[in-house]
C-alpha cells in the first residue's frame, strides 16, 4: 500500500492548491472534501479491511492526487496511501 514518491511540495504549497480541478471531474461533480480536513479522521480499508487513522498530508503527485499519510489502528504502523482512494473507503465510527 506504500505509494512511491515522485515530487514533492511544502506544506503552504499544499494548501494554496485546489482540489476542484482535476481530481472533482473524475469523481462527478459533488465537490470534494479537502485533504487537510480529513485528518483525524478514521476510515477502513474496503469493508472489512484495517482501521487508520488519517495522520497528515503529503505531496503533490502529476495526476492531481496526493499522499495522505495514515496510521493503521491495529499495529501503529505509518503509512502513504492516496487521497482519491481514501475517499473510496467507509468511514469509521
Given at each position: 500500500m506504500v505509494v512511491p514518491s515522485s515530487a514533492g511540495h511544502d506544506v503552504a504549497s499544499r494548501a494554496s492548491i485546489g482540489y476542484d480541478g482535476g481530481m472533482e471531474g473524475r469523481l462527478g461533480?459533488?465537490?470534494?472534501?479537502?485533504?487537510?480536513?480529513?485528518?483525524?479522521t478514521w476510515r477502513r480499508f474496503g469493508v472489512t479491511g484495517p482501521v487508520y487513522e488519517i495522520v497528515d498530508v503529503g505531496q503533490m503527485l502529476s495526476d492531481d492526487d496526493c499522499l495522505m499519510r495514515v496510521r493503521l489502528v491495529e499495529t501503529g504502523e505509518e503509512l502513504d496511501y492516496r487521497f482519491t482512494d481514501i475517499l473510496d473507503d467507509p468511514r469509521e465510527h
Open positions: 461533480s459533488s465537490p470534494l472534501p479537502q485533504p487537510q480536513n480529513l485528518i483525524g
